[in-house]
């Protein structure tokens, strides 16, 4: 069985910023970061279909800190999607971006693939961390 998150965030901002703060490395370091520590989460993201990156953390007694990617969808300003591999899981991450006018954004986030429950409960409250995150970097 394949379970899918399903999560909808809104910000005030543009949606080529918040398109940037999606897709540019060095945006990415600063509101992906390791959900324990906090340390910022290295990576070698680039918005061009097919291209492989890692996210890089320091590792713990339950994960080796690495997640990898493949670029999937790039439809700037309004799709990105990715592969997402960790733990033993590939899962697949789309983030759809639609601007509501009055300088708000709607972001809209899917990652399927996802094994059981506590699977898809992690997932939602990482993600939910990290778009709070990303709410102060765009401001």
């Known amino acids: 069985m394949s379970l899918t998150l399903s999560l909808d965030f809104q910000y005030t ?3 080529e ?3 940037s703060a999606l897709t540019d490395s060095s945006k990415l370091s600063k509101w992906v970061a390791n959900i324990h520590t906090g340390e910022a989460m290295d990576n ?3 918005p061009v279909v ?3 990156f890692q ?3 320091q590792p713990s007694e339950w994960w080796d800190g690495i997640i990898d990617g493949e670029v999937l969808i790039v439809d700037a300003p ?3 999607s990715y592969t997402w591999a960790s733990g033993g ?4 991450v789309t983030w759809t971006l639609q601007d509501l006018g009055d300088g708000k954004v709607n972001l809209h986030l899917e990652q399927s693939g996802l094994s059981n429950t506590q699977a898809l409960n992690g997932a939602k409250y ?5 778009c709070g995150e990303l709410e102060k970097t765009l401001a």
């Open 13 to 15: 901002t543009t949606i």
């Open 17 to 19: 910023k918040l398109w």
């Open 44 to 46: 070698d993201f680039k």
């Open 50 to 52: 097919g291209h492989r």
């Open 55 to 57: 996210f890089r953390t």
């Open 78 to 80: 309004n799709q990105v």
């Open 89 to 92: 899981e590939t899962h697949t």
């Open 126 to 130: 990482g993600w939910s961390k990290w």
